[in-house]
């Protein structure tokens, strides 16, 4: 699923191509994916709109098309945005598509549409907005922010990480990677991690979450970027996917294991404490 470098990049394409184009009209063929609208509410608050901006929060794609006008994608499993010029071809599995008085088309297209497509008002947008962490990347997550969160639960350090609630954006993929790169072992409780872990373990998410966007993003089964590709980060990744082999920074045999949150956690017991 995509995490907050994939949806980094998917916003930061998507803004680059679309943004001034103007919706013509709007097509729903998979309505089920629709949250807070109808294909009738959409049509009739979007057409003849310009899309401003397109931004992430999270793991989803907000686009602006205008105050009091917002739309927010969050791809999950098999959802993307996909940009298409006048007359390539529709997609069997595009559930809502933008047309744009320049013949080009925006799609949402979801293999098992378990992704959404909402509508908000500015007041709405502001509520979603609130019911989620701060964002890693912003200069207000420091060590003293993170520190605070992750100390005030007995939980799993790795899956205080993950809830959306405290942190926004990191799912699996960079909670294994942040936690290996500071040397914590991701079954420890959150409230014995001292201050020091706690800022080596801010500098390393930040570290990843940052080279991971500069590689548009990490690709294993079905996330692609706006123009169809995959990301580049797999082949940087530490210790996610790779248990069994040897640490890189000890050598010691990476243990994969499902008993901490039920998802893959692979790390080093070696190095990792
Ligand atoms: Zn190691």
Redesign the pocket.
């Known amino acids: 699923m995509p995490e907050l470098p994939e949806t980094e990049t998917l916003a930061r394409d998507l803004d680059a191509i679309v943004r001034g184009r103007v919706v013509d009209r709007i097509e729903v063929p998979r309505s089920d994916v629709l949250r807070g609208a109808t294909a009738r509410s959409l049509r009739q608050r979007l057409t003849s709109h310009a899309i401003e901006k397109v931004w992430r929060r999270a793991k989803a794609v907000v686009i602006d098309l205008g105050p009091g006008r917002h739309v927010v994608v969050v791809p999950r499993f098999t959802g993307g945005l996909l940009v298409r010029d006048p007359g390539v071809p529709d997609d069997a599995y595009d559930a809502v598509r933008f047309r744009f008085t320049d013949g080009s088309t925006l799609a949402y297209r979801d293999v098992r549409r378990l992704g959404t497509v909402s509508w908000f008002d500015d007041e709405g947008l502001a509520a979603f907005s609130a019911r989620i962490g701060p964002e890693p990347l912003d200069p207000a997550f420091t060590a003293v922010a993170l520190s605070a969160f992750v100390r005030s639960s007995a939980q799993p350090v790795k899956k205080l990480l993950m809830d959306q609630r405290r942190l926004a954006g990191i799912g699996n993929i960079y909670a294994n990677e942040a936690l290996w790169a500071a040397g914590i072992d991701p079954s420890r409780p959150g409230r014995g991690i001292t201050s020091d872990e706690a800022a080596r373990l801010r500098d390393a998410i930040v570290d990843v979450l940052q080279r991971a966007i500069a590689a548009r993003g990490t690709t294993f089964r079905d996330f692609r970027d706006a123009y169809g590709s995959r990301g580049g980060f797999a082949s940087q990744l530490a210790v996610y996917g790779r248990g069994g082999e040897p640490?890189a920074?000890?050598g010691?045999r990476l243990t994969d294991t499902h008993a901490i949150d039920g998802r893959a956690t692979v790390f080093?017991h070696?190095?990792q404490s």
Do not use: K, L
């Open positions: 640490c920074r000890c010691a080093c070696r190095c």
